[in-house]
């Protein structure tokens, strides 16, 4: 039998799909927990480690720049889980003990989202090797979930070099939206949706909700 997932109130990740405003989140997430006193560690996937920043930067550098070899789906899904697994017992873990809470952008729904409806690879081999690799779940996943067209038209404004996701097409990306969007409605308990297609101000407002929300119900102690 594979090991079970384990919640961890402390653990709060971020997710979305291109241009869904992330930074912006991320940074009303963090004032709003140290205002409440709460020592924060901001972190990001694929990476959050020195050798998983290596493998993230395997993961999205532009096929034309490795013509040679392209990266196989399966590939790219054992790369981005070899980086949480190093993340995991690297910086989350370690922190989560010191009793600080994590903030992650994406975490292990990006797989299933990117990797499971993006690429087409099986949710029960990513279930699989989250159950054994990785063992943690967040107590709160934000999903700041957009339009695939506005989230896009947006990213588009600020890259000048697409990396190899999102060099993507559309449809890739309706595939990505639809698999968070589902992961949400069945673990309702664990997501918030976030009205992503709102100004800035508006979306940071949604989100501090949200969090003061969470930090009440769990009564900040995690
Ligand atoms: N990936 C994967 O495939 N499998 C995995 O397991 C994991 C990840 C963990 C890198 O992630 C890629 O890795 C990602 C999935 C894949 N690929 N994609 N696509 P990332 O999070 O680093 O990359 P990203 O999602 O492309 O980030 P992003 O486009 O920067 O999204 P964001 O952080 O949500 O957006 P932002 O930087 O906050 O804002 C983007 C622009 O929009 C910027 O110019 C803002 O000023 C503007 N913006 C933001 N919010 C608004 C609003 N509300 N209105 C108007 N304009 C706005």
Redesign the pocket.
């Known amino acids: 039998m594979s090991p079970a997932l384990r919640r961890h109130p402390r653990f709060i990740s971020l997710e979305?799909?291109?241009?869904?405003?992330?930074?912006?989140?991320l940074n009303a997430i963090r004032a709003a927990l140290q205002a409440q006193g709460h020592e924060v560690v901001l972190t990001?996937?694929?990476g959050g480690t020195p050798l998983a920043e290596r493998i993230?930067a395997l993961?999205?550098t532009p096929d034309a720049e490795i013509a040679a070899e392209p990266l196989s789906a399966e590939a790219?899904l054992l790369l981005?889980?070899a980086?949480?697994a190093q993340h995991v017992r690297q910086v989350i873990e370690p922190a989560l003990r010191r009793g600080c809470y994590v903030l992650s952008?994406?975490?292990?729904d990006?797989?299933y989202?990117?990797?499971g409806g993006?690429r087409g690879l099986e949710p029960a081999w990513i279930a699989e090797l989250e159950r054994r690799a990785v063992g943690l779940l967040p107590g709160l996943t934000l999903l700041?979930d957009?339009d695939v067209a506005v989230?896009r038209a947006?990213?588009n404004?600020?890259?000048l070099w697409p990396?190899r996701?999102?060099s993507?097409q559309d449809d890739f990306?309706q595939r990505?939206r639809a698999v968070f969007r589902e992961r949400a409605t069945q673990d309702p308990t664990r997501f918030r949706l976030i009205d992503?297609?709102?100004?800035?101000a508006?979306?940071a407002a949604q989100v501090v909700d949200a969090i003061n929300a969470y930090l009440t119900k769990e009564g900040g102690n995690g």
């Open positions: 979305g799909g291109e241009g869904a405003g992330k930074t912006t989140a990001r996937e694929p993230r993961v999205l790219e981005v889980f980086a949480r952008d994406r975490f292990t990006s797989s989202a990117y990797q993006g700041l957009v989230g947006r990213a404004g600020r890259d990396d996701i999102e993507e990306f990505v992503a297609s709102q100004d800035q508006g979306v």
